[in-house]
């Protein structure tokens, strides 16, 4: 048996750091920023939006989604999104917008009204209903 005289796997302190930020980095990167620990400056800035925090916290966002994600904030702060706009939309049957175009098309509503309202707002169209210019909205 060979004994080595270094233990490779031992603790090293002069390595290359890998895997997440250790613990005091965040924390000091939360004082730079006017926080106590990274946990209050997540807290503190769980209402922004990812890059918003990520300015303020001077860290990349992504950083800000983990940090959020281990403090379980990801998703309970998230604003309302599409996809839960168009649900509450839908459950909504005395929103004003029922009945119109934008609840059959922006909100993705199909009921009996809207429905009926795109039937009524595609036929008024010139042209059939083709596929329109593709055109991407921003900060969707
Ligand atoms: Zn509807």
């Known amino acids: 048996m060979v004994t080595s005289g270094v233990t490779l796997r031992a603790s090293n302190p002069g390595g290359i750091p890998c895997g997440p930020v250790p613990r005091h980095d965040r924390d000091a990167l939360a004082r730079a920023a ?14 922004l939006a990812q890059q918003e925090a990520a300015k303020i916290l001077g860290i990349s966002h992504p ?3 983990v940090w959020r994600k281990e403090l379980g904030l990801d998703v309970a702060t998230a604003r309302p999104d599409a996809a839960q706009r168009r649900a509450e939309f ?4 005395a929103d004003p917008r029922h009945g119109t175009a934008n609840g059959y098309r922006n909100l993705g509503c199909r009921c009996e009204r809207c429905t009926q309202a795109w039937t009524d707002y595609s036929r008024t ?13 921003q900060g969707s």
């Open 34 to 47: 006017g926080h106590e620990t990274w946990q209050d400056a997540v807290r503190a800035t769980a209402d």
């Open 63 to 65: 950083t800000v989604r």
């Open 90 to 93: 839908a459950a909504d049957p």
């Open 125 to 137: 169209r010139t042209h059939p209903v083709i596929k329109e210019p593709t055109r991407r909205d």
